[in-house]
């Protein structure tokens, strides 16, 4: 077998960076293969990857070209204009249209060489384009804010788009036809709607509709903080709730009591997300919360979670044994569900029988059998459970374990050739058995059935583009419990904010304790000690507890100090 070897014929921009000396030859035709490969624009390679800055290319291009580079900061975006470019092409060739004059269109673009970006969007609009020279990372994150201006922005969204909306309640019966004036109230509708795709469009991973006596507010859960973004008029409070409780197929005429239903929101073809939504009678109407489910979620994989090295090797080690079971704790919001989804979707094969009892379950995934328990009909967790070891199952996932006949059935199935997950509330992985004991399960079954027990919460992400470097107290640093030995050997990252992200944060990373079971700690269980002399001997054993997971987070640069005491508080 012959490997080629031919050299790329380095031409336009690229090689105006290499005879500027901010490329070497050959690392301009490693970009160039790997743009192709990856199917993107070369400055986007070389910007994404930190190979060249783009204010650099940027400044080569301008002297190359004899052009100036424009600030799109200055410029008030035209969505009619954006329109007139597919989506497509936009994000295919890395350009998007500015300004309209005439039969000319004025692109932005960050390399003025590609000429087959302006060919295409000229023979696609029927207008000569003129290239527009910017910053590529601006260009980038102006993209992003114009497709999401033109796409599903609430300012932009007409009356038809938001009233034709493919929204039905999640058991699939059939959509809502009431001619109530409460619900299908069509300003009602728009502003649901809207508040709907706004949420998904930021991130948010809960919705509050709430009822005050001179005012009515909405919140929006991002990255864990709420935050409000509408106060629509109190006089609409009843109409609001109306028309969502039709929407999940809920009663409207009961207002006295809590109610749960589920609402699938259709996207596209390929992407639909389904909210859980609950009601709760409050002295000036009924507070609506809705939970945003996205199936995606489960899928990212184990590496996209923040489990440090050791920690994913101790977790995917204990999903690897046959029997055992798994305890994910922590409080309400902290990720438990999308820890356990991503174990059960590595475990998730043709050859291994997987059930699930949840209350509700909020992640639908082909291949696992899912319970909805039911306590007003008999269908409990233990119910559900002792039917699934009738069933021949591999891998059992109990959505949280409440009682002692719930306990007893899990803990035994573990003993018995089974993989049991489930979770508990619970302030760190060492309560957890102290948990189990309080709730009435004997020392023995907990030391020989639980082989792993992970307790997590979830820390804002520091933003790439805008954190900076904080100066803090080397005294300050050694009270929040740094060694020593780490302190000037890392710099610590502060919150800023930018147009990317939401007060300097975007996203969310996982903190662990993941603290599998030794056989010293099983003999201590059995001896019956506290939940502080388990701590100590996780110590001793080398196992990070959640403060110095959240201190490595911190020695990373992935967040920042402040968000650290806010999530791991003693």
Sequence with gaps: MVTSTAKIALSGLARKLVSEGLLTESDAESALKQASKERMPLTTYLVENGVVSAREIAMVAAREFGVPVFDLRVMDLDTDVIKLVEEKLIRHHHALPLLKRGNRLFVAVSDPTNLNALDEIKFHVGMNTEPVLVEEDKLSSTIEAALNATDTSLSDLGDEDLDNLDISAEDNKEKEDSADSDVDDAPVVRFINKILLDAINKGASDIHFEPYEKIYRVRLRQDGILSEVAKPPVQLANKISARLKVMSRL????????????????????????????????????????????????????????????????????????????????????????????????????????????????????????????????????????????????????????????????????????????????????????????????????????????????????????????????????????????????????????????????????????????????????????????????????????????????????????????????
């Design 251 to 570: 009663d409207i005429s009961e207002r006295r009591i809590p109610q749960d239903g589920r609402i699938k929101l259709t996207l596209s073809k390929n992407r639909a997300i389904d909210f859980r939504l609950s009601t709760c009678p409050t002295l000036y109407g009924e507070k609506i919360v809705l939970r945003i489910l996205d199936p995606s979620s489960a899928k990212l994989g184990i590496d996209a979670l923040g489990y440090e090295e050791e920690q994913k090797r101790l977790y995917l080690d204990a999903l690897a044994k046959p029997y055992g079971m798994i305890l994910v704790t922590g409080p309400t919001g902290s990720g438990k569900t999308v820890s356990l989804y991503t174990g059960l979707n590595i475990l998730n094969t043709a050859d291994v029988n997987i059930s699930t009892a949840e209350d509700p379950a909020e992640i639908n995934l082909p291949g696992i059998n899912q319970v909805n328990v039911n306590p007003k009909v008999g269908l409990t967790f233990s119910s559900a459970l002792k039917a699934f070891l009738r069933q021949d199952p591999d891998v059992i996932m109990v959505g949280e374990i409440r009682d002692i006949e719930t306990a007893e059935i899990a803990i035994k199935a573990a003993q018995t050739g089974h993989l049991v997950l489930s979770t508990l509330h619970t302030n760190d992985a060492p309560q957890t058995l102290g948990r189990l004991m309080n709730i009435g399960v004997a020392p023995y079954n907990i030391a020989s059935a639980v082989s792993l027990i992970i307790a997590q919460r979830l820390g804002r992400r520091l933003c790439d583009h805008c954190k900076q470097p904080e100066d803090i107290p080397k005294e300050t640093l050694l009270q929040e419990g740094f060694a020593p030995e780490e302190i000037g050997k890392f710099t610590p990252y502060r919150a800023v904010g930018c147009d990317r992200c939401n007060k300097g944060y975007k996203g969310r990373v996982g903190i662990y304790q993941v603290m599998p079971v030794s056989e010293e700690m099983g003999r201590m269980i059995m001896q019956g000690c506290t939940a502080m002399d388990l701590a100590d001997q996780a110590d001793k054993e080398g196992i990070p507890d959640l403060r110095k997971s959240g201190l490595k987070k911190i020695k990373d640069g992935i967040t920042s100090l402040e968000e650290i005491n806010r999530v791991t508080k003693d």
